[in-house]
């Protein structure tokens, strides 16, 4: 019997569901993206979720109950955990862009090849003689700034061609996020763009693993 296809969404709160504009309410899983990936792929895939809200890059987030956020220190426990994986979906970095952390979109571009990008590719399974396969989506562009987010807006629409670039060069997959919007509070994807994502990774995905 052909082993499942097992995939491992790696996020921040995009990733983990949350509701644009509520107050830390999360969508049904059949709802959020990596769900609804779930279902139009079938049974042949097993998709394993792995969004946390706040998570950043490598960023630590000094407010109360926000221990564990920097995603480069649970990235290798993670990769570990479920091994083994075959595709790596990740889309994270919009946290980096707060007004606390004082990045650019070109350091944002670095640290994600430096501490995400070349360690998924490089994380060999312990399973068996595989590496996993990547998928880098872009994540979305920020639409209302505030306090949180001064300068927000413009450095989150530099990270799209700054990913793809990061994809190019790593030859690695990758979904751009033009089609998508963020929802009410301006940050969170709207529920209509957790369907839509899903919609376009799922193609790719068959276009990964279903090539004739």
């Not at 109360?64 to 479920?82: F, I, K, N, W």
């Not at 790596?88 to 350091?107: A, C, D, Q, S, W």
């Not at 670095?110 to 312990?126: A, N, P, Q, W």
Request: proline share 4%; glycine share 8%.
């Amino acid at each position: 019997m052909k082993e499942t296809i097992r995939i491992l969404c790696y996020g921040d709160s995009n990733t983990w569901g949350y509701i644009s504009g509520s107050n830390h309410q999360r969508h049904s899983k059949e709802e959020r993206w990596p769900g609804a990936l779930q279902a139009m792929l079938g049974d042949k895939y097993e998709i394993i979720e792995e969004g946390l809200n706040s998570r950043t890059l490598i960023s630590v987030d000094e407010r109360r109950d926000r221990e564990g956020r920097s995603g480069a220190e649970y990235l290798l426990p993670c990769l570990d955990s479920h091994d083994p994986i075959d595709l790596v979906i990740i889309m994270l970095g919009t946290n980096e862009l707060k007004t606390e952390f004082y990045r650019n979109p070109k350091e944002i571009g670095e640290i994600f090849e430096e501490y995400f990008v070349k360690k998924i590719l490089s994380r060999k399974s312990v399973c068996r003689n595989t590496y996993p396969k990547l998928l880098i989506i872009a994540p979305p562009v920020i639409t209302k700034e505030g306090p949180n987010f001064i300068g927000g807006i413009a450095k989150s629409e530099k990270l799209n061609e700054i990913y793809q670039d990061i994809a190019m060069r790593n030859d690695c997959y990758f979904v751009g996020n033009e089609e998508w919007k963020t929802g009410e509070d301006g940050i969170h994807l709207s529920r209509d763009s957790h369907r839509i994502i899903a919609s376009i990774v799922s193609r790719k995905v068959k276009e990964i693993f279903e090539k004739a």
